[in-house]
DNA sequence: GCCGTTTTCGGCCCGACTGTTTTCAGTCG
């Protein structure tokens, strides 16, 4: 069992201590476990079998116990108890916006409810009523939280909802006076590649008329709460959103709180307890004086710490890193100098070369890697070597009327069933770059996955793995493989690892970035575009690689036009 | 269940809003 199993395991224990109405600090104690585990380098086979699981803040006697009975047997008797005395769809359960452990566990044993389909009926059939604390309006809320889940499982893809709330703000900013300045907080400010909710905070001496004004927009489809700093609401286009309103004194520390994530402020304010000041969304405090900030930076400061950019808050080491001076400099879109993954109309792209070459350049890349699918990707109108020919002679055709700027020849090649390549080394020495992605066969064993990709990355013109998990967010899952093995292939055959900047994909996931980049593998920033559009989900990708902690020097397509015409030719 | 400049017991981050209460528990972020 891996580390990953480990931690989920860890946290629905929490989640079905908090169902069965156990000690609420027990639940917590391993959530805290889970974190700590997910926040250890140490591999969990090393922590187990040299009895260093204890040494890990968080993890004590009992847990470490059941960690090593789960590691070293794959199976947890406590667990398994657990879990047959609560019914599976209590946890579902908790996804219904307005219900939490307290509230299920009473309609579980007063009503026997067991799934949110049985929830729902009893809803209509006004059974909610009779119970103590439940009133109509509860029963109300409950229904339409139900009708949330059904109809969108609450998340949404980064780029849907921030466009969405980017959209908002200009509403906002048209229709409500008397804001002095607004933010997008939340997940999407930290580039999480999926979230839940849209979070605005706003600082205004007029709070109440804000709220007011911001509840009535024509995009508020309805209500769920509003109250004098705070309103929540669902948003027509069916996405949450909170809004909340502080004074304009309260405002960097409101940013800062209401940008999170929970796991960074949490260590955040244990840390500053330590020092004696208290934070909340209203100020830092020392014995009960504000310390003054103007802003984030001013605010990190007075905590003794480097500025941390939003999109690392994630309590994944950068709290540590900030008090060391040791945060990296992220990556920025002008680090950025040209592009690979790109297809056009000879595969199953929308746009002619010329149109794709043309957007990038004047995008003020330096260059960019036309890559259609190979022969075998029939369902997306692979090409067959004539085809090649012909493309190849269009590139060669524009690189000639081109000054300081290069479009290079490339394939994104299946990787076949067997881990070989889908045209034969001949060819496949030809191109100026070769990527190598999965696209069928994604139910083998992970074993049987891993083999097949290392022997894609161990072929030599084997430029780089495109989108290695296969994902797509809120579709479909990633194929299970041995990311740790394909890193280290990827060091010994100087391969780079693509980050897929569609925001449907964003594969290579941020959490993995930092270990290829203590690896030295680089990381290739790719928008795997289909049309002239899809040039621009690069701010995904980019969002998503600051995210990871990446910096420009770990970045391939970072490198200008020579370094990068010399890397090709070397490799 | 975990932890310790509050160290083997008694805490465990902090505050807004709602609904059902008549002073507060539950949920959420």
């Given at each position: 069992m891996n580390k990953k199993q480990v931690i989920d395991v860890l946290n629905e224990i929490g989640l079905l201590l908090e169902l069965k109405e156990e000690l609420p600090f027990k639940a917590r104690a391993y959530y805290n476990a889970a974190r700590?585990?997910?926040?250890?380098?140490?591999?969990?086979?090393?922590?187990?079998?040299?009895?260093?699981?204890?040494?890990?803040?968080?993890?004590?006697?009992?847990?470490?116990?059941k960690i090593t009975e789960l590691v070293t047997t794959g199976h947890l008797e406590y667990y398994e108890r657990l879990k047959k005395e609560v019914p599976p769809g209590l946890i579902e359960m908790l996804k219904i916006p307005g219900l939490g452990p307290k509230r299920i566990q009473t309609l579980y044993k007063k009503l026997g409810i067991t799934t949110i389909g049985e929830l729902e009926y009893a809803c209509i059939e006004n059974r909610l009523l009779e119970l103590e604390g439940f009133g109509k309006r509860t029963q109300e809320k409950i229904l339409k939280g139900i009708e949330y889940v059904k109809r969108y499982q609450g998340q949404f893809l980064y780029s849907d909802a921030k466009a969405a709330a980017e959209q908002l703000l200009i509403e906002i900013g048209d229709v409500i006076d008397g804001i002095s300045v607004i933010s997008i907080a939340g997940g999407i400010r930290r580039c999480k590649e999926i979230t839940k909710d849209i979070d605005i905070v706003?600082?205004?001496?007029?709070?109440?008329?804000?709220?007011?004004?911001?509840?009535?927009?024509?995009?508020?489809?309805?209500?769920?709460?509003?109250?004098?700093?705070?309103?929540?609401?669902?948003?027509?286009?069916?996405?949450?959103?909170?809004?909340?309103?502080?004074?304009?004194?309260?405002y960097p520390y409101a940013l800062h709180h209401f940008t999170g994530s929970k796991e960074h402020n949490t260590a955040m304010r244990h840390r500053a307890k330590r020092m004696g000041i208290k934070i909340n969304e209203y100020g830092l405090f020392k014995n009960e004086e504000l310390i003054k900030c103007s802003d984030e930076h001013d605010f990190f400061k007075a905590l003794g710490l480097q500025y941390i950019p939003p999109e690392i808050r994630e309590n994944m080491g950068e709290i540590e890193a900030a008090e060391e001076g040791k945060l990296p400099d992220l990556l920025k879109s002008s680090d950025i100098k040209g592009i690979f993954h790109v297809h056009t109309a000879y595969s199953d792209g929308s746009a002619t070369i010329t149109d794709m070459v043309n957007a990038a350049f004047a995008k003020g890349y330096e260059y960019i890697g036309i890559s259609d699918h190979s022969q075998s990707a029939f369902y997306a109108g692979g090409l067959k070597p004539e085809a090649l020919m012909r493309q190849w002679r269009e590139i060669d055709e524009l690189n000639e009327s081109l000054r300081a700027r290069k479009v290079f020849k490339g394939i994104e090649c299946d990787i076949l069933l067997d881990g070989s390549l889908d045209y034969d080394d001949e060819l496949l020495s030809k191109f100026d770059f070769v990527i190598a992605s999965v696209h069928s066969h994604f139910n083998l064993s992970k074993e049987q996955m891993t083999a097949r990709i290392l022997r894609a990355i161990a072929n030599p013109y084997v430029t780089m793995i495109g989108h290695v998990s296969g994902r797509l967010l809120?579709?479909?899952?990633?194929?299970?493989?041995?990311?740790?093995?394909?890193?280290e292939a990827c060091i010994e055959y100087g391969v780079a690892l693509e980050l897929n900047a569609n925001p449907h994909r964003l594969d290579l996931d941020w959490r993995y970035c930092g270990l290829a980049k203590s690896k030295g593998v680089k990381i290739v920033i790719n928008p795997d575009a289909h049309n002239v559009d899809g040039l621009n989900d690069m701010e995904y990708g980019i969002g998503i690689a600051r995210k990871g902690w990446l910096e420009a020097k770990d970045v391939l397509n970072s490198m200008n036009l020579d370094e990068i015409i010399a890397y090709l030719a070397a490799r």
């Open positions: 700590a585990l997910e926040l250890e380098d140490a591999d969990i086979d090393e922590l187990v079998s040299q009895n260093k699981l204890r040494q890990v803040k968080g993890i004590g006697e009992a847990i470490a116990k706003a600082a205004s001496e007029n709070q109440q008329e804000v709220i007011d004004a911001f509840v009535a927009l024509p995009s508020v489809e309805s209500i769920i709460a509003s109250g004098d700093t705070k309103a929540s609401v669902h948003l027509r286009s069916g996405i949450n959103t909170d809004l909340r309103v502080v004074s304009n004194l309260q809120l579709a479909r899952q990633g194929y299970e493989c041995d990311m740790d093995a394909i890193i």
